[in-house]
């Protein structure tokens, strides 16, 4: 039996690789035989996850923080051209810092700075997971970086994100969990309302243009950058369609199964290319919990079952060989 193993981060906790990890040695242990595919949809583990499927060597870049503080992150320099640059390196919440965070000074400059270095490499297409940022600039610190630094030439950039908030939206949807307490929200949100009008095209009401804070609205109003479905091009750089050809099992995975596991997660995005290949594949998820808000998104999955560390995750594999 051929297994595919297609889990997300359990985030927090586990990365998407260990957790394929743990599940594949106990399906072996049940004699069974799988396939590792760590994925992600845009978010934490996009960048690792694209690496690998483009087989994408790593290269250290100085850049800044959020907060023009110095620092070295990573892109990834694929054979073929292609870059990926992860937002969440130099502009996000997680990035080294020390100064105090304030989310109304963060700006994506370093991000900036990422891009411009895959283009003085070579790269002719530079994909941005946009997952993980501490910044609602509207993109305005990227492309000033951009610009400065001799524009794009003729390279592209594709924008990866997990949700399709609009420009406008991005204050209020994501400001609070970067520090932003309701007066600033409101300050961020009256500063996108100003910039939308006054760019090269007008974001305000483009799904996708919210993510990382307004980024990938500067970067399609600027540069007109692609904005698609990080989960969806997660997918296709690892052939997933392909490898689900010879799979007779799927086994999908997150820290928590909830009701916006629906909304442009990887999880939602794997059923839907299980339901459009035509073939009756069960589909079994491996979670650390599961909301009870779940409803009747459960009846997706042929199992659904919850593993909080790594043992439980291998005896989670052993009993999906046994199906």
């Known amino acids: 039996m051929t297994i595919?193993?297609?889990?997300?981060?359990?985030?927090?906790?586990?990365?998407?690789?260990?957790?394929?990890?743990?599940?594949?040695?106990?399906?072996h242990d049940g004699g069974g035989?799988?396939?590792?595919?760590?994925?992600?949809?845009g978010g934490e583990g996009t960048f690792e996850a694209l690496c690998?499927?483009?087989?994408?060597?790593p290269v250290s870049v100085d850049v800044v923080n959020s907060w023009g503080e110095p620092l070295r992150a990573i892109l990834g320099l694929a054979a073929d051209g292609t870059a990926v640059v992860e937002v969440a390196q130099a502009s996000g919440l997680s990035a080294a810092r020390t100064t105090p965070q304030d989310a109304m000074?963060?700006?994506?400059?370093?991000?900036?700075?990422?891009?411009?270095?895959?283009?003085?490499?070579?790269?002719?297409?530079?994909?941005?997971?946009?997952?993980?940022?501490?910044?609602?600039?509207?993109?305005?610190?990227?492309?000033?970086?951009?610009?400065?630094?001799?524009?794009?030439?003729d390279a592209r950039l594709t924008v990866l994100s997990d949700v399709t908030t609009t420009f406008l939206e991005a204050a209020r949807v994501f400001g609070p969990q970067k520090g932003a307490d309701p007066a600033t929200v409101l300050l961020l949100e009256e500063r996108l309302e100003r910039l939308a009008p006054s760019l090269p095209r007008n974001p305000s009401g483009v799904p996708r243009t919210g993510a990382a804070g307004g980024l990938s609205g500067g970067l399609w109003a600027h540069f007109n950058a692609e904005l698609v479905s990080g989960a969806g091009a997660v997918l296709d750089a690892a052939n997933f369609d392909s490898l689900l050809g010879t799979a007779e099992i799927v086994v999908v995975g997150e820290g928590r199964l909830d009701s916006q596991t629906g909304e442009g997660k990887i999880i939602s995005a794997i059923?839907?290319?299980?339901?459009?290949?035509?073939?009756?594949?069960?589909?079994?998820?491996?979670?650390?919990?599961?909301?009870?808000?779940?409803?009747?998104?459960?009846?997706?999955?042929?199992?659904?079952?919850?593993?909080?560390?790594?043992?439980?995750?291998?005896?989670?594999?052993?009993?999906?060989?046994s199906l």
């Open 33 to 41: 035989s799988a396939t590792q595919l760590p994925v992600a949809d």
């Open 105 to 153: 000074s963060a700006s994506t400059y370093g991000t900036g700075l990422l891009i411009s270095a895959a283009v003085n490499l070579g790269a002719k297409h530079i994909l941005v997971a946009a997952g993980g940022s501490a910044t609602t600039d509207g993109g305005t610190g990227a492309v000033r970086a951009i610009t400065e630094n001799g524009g794009l030439g």
């Open 52 to 57: 690998r499927s483009l087989r994408a060597s």
């Open 271 to 321: 059923l839907e290319r299980v339901r459009q290949s035509g073939r009756e594949v069960p589909v079994v998820a491996v979670v650390g919990s599961v909301h009870e808000d779940l409803g009747s998104y459960a009846l997706n999955f042929a199992d659904v079952m919850v593993a909080t560390d790594v043992d439980a995750m291998r005896a989670a594999g052993t009993a999906i060989a």
């Open 4 to 27: 595919l193993v297609a889990p997300d981060s359990f985030k927090g906790t586990y990365t998407a690789a260990e957790v394929a990890a743990a599940i594949a040695a106990g399906i």
